[in-house]
């Protein structure tokens, strides 16, 4: 039987996650909880061969589907035994499916799946010392406006920079609630509602959920705040990052003390998709990923 995602699931099934080389933001066990009945319910169980298996549905009942599943070892499932998972929980796609293992698979996956790619749904991926140091001349728009705001900002205000804690935690609701609305509509308006509920969550729960944060304060109030989690063991996903837009540099200013806090502890961060949103693109493809992870969803074929 399935059973939704909580934070008392976090402990027994890290280890699934730590182990999981998919690589997509998906595959982050803390923010799998923290969206958890927004929009989308995930559930997950553990098959007779302790395989994690997780069901993603839609709130409105109108699409659902599997992640890939997730073996403790961190072996690779084959297409073949996939199909076999579908079929006995009754599904028939499977998202977020990175590219790897598609290319690991390539004719075995056209045998048995139609697969089509997720477009806006590529992940970005970083050295975490890359945007941690900023070295070289590809970087240097980004030195320029993290110096302008250290010379402009401090000259005038004092700047402070903090790790969040259950004392500072509601400051970045505060900042949230200060910030203007953005005017997209449909299901982009109801996934910025949702992005709000889950920061909530996340803050509310942040050292069950063993995150990540920092936030930034000008004048002793905060104006910016970076949060993420652990996607595996060597890969850091950046899932919440927000900043007052008058303070021109402070998302750069953001990034760069987000990746100085986790370097040693991660080589890559993954900084999410872009939803299609050309802003969104453009911002990411400036810091010069190292790689994009593609996703794809799988329909199984039928066989009858």
Excluded at 33 to 48: A, G, T
Excluded at 50 to 61: A, N, P, V
Excluded at 139 to 147: A, F, G
Aim: aromatic content about 10%; glycine content about 4%; proline content about 3%.
């Amino acid at each position: 039987m399935f059973k939704n995602f909580s934070k008392e699931d976090y402990p027994k099934l890290l280890n699934y996650f730590n182990e999981c080389e998919y690589g997509l933001c998906d595959y982050s066990l803390s923010s799998a909880i923290v969206w958890n009945d927004c929009l989308y319910q995930q559930s997950y169980k553990i098959s007779d061969e302790g395989m994690l298996i997780i069901r993603e549905c839609r709130i409105d009942g109108k699409y659902r589907s599997m992640r890939m599943p997730i073996k403790a070892d961190g072996e690779t499932i084959t297409p073949e035994s996939l199909a076999a998972v579908m079929l006995a929980n009754g599904e028939t796609n499977v998202s977020r499916v990175p590219e790897k293992w598609l290319q690991e698979f390539p004719e075995e996956s056209a045998k048995f799946f139609d697969i089509k790619e997720e477009e806006g749904f590529s992940d970005y991926i970083y050295n975490t010392k890359d945007l941690a140091e900023l070295a070289g001349h590809k970087y240097s728009k980004k030195r320029n406006l993290i110096s302008q705001f250290k010379k402009n900002i401090a000259a005038l205000h004092n700047i402070a920079v903090e790790d969040i804690n259950s004392i500072n935690a509601p400051e970045c609701l505060e900042l949230l609630n200060r910030m203007p609305e953005e005017y997209d509509t449909g299901y982009n308006r109801e996934l910025l509602c949702c992005e709000r509920n889950a920061i909530s969550t996340a803050l509310d729960n942040f050292k069950e959920l063993e995150m990540t944060g920092i936030l930034v304060k000008i004048d002793e109030r905060t104006e910016g705040f970076a949060i993420g989690s652990r996607l595996n063991k060597n890969m850091f996903a950046l899932n919440f990052e927000k900043a007052n837009a008058k303070f021109k540099g402070l998302y750069q200013f953001l990034d760069e003390a987000i990746a100085k806090k986790i370097e040693g502890k991660f080589q890559y961060i993954n900084k999410e998709n872009d939803l299609g949103k050309p802003g969104l693109r453009q911002a990411k493809e400036s810091y010069h990923p190292l790689m994009k992870i593609k996703s794809f969803n799988l329909k199984l074929k039928n066989k009858s």
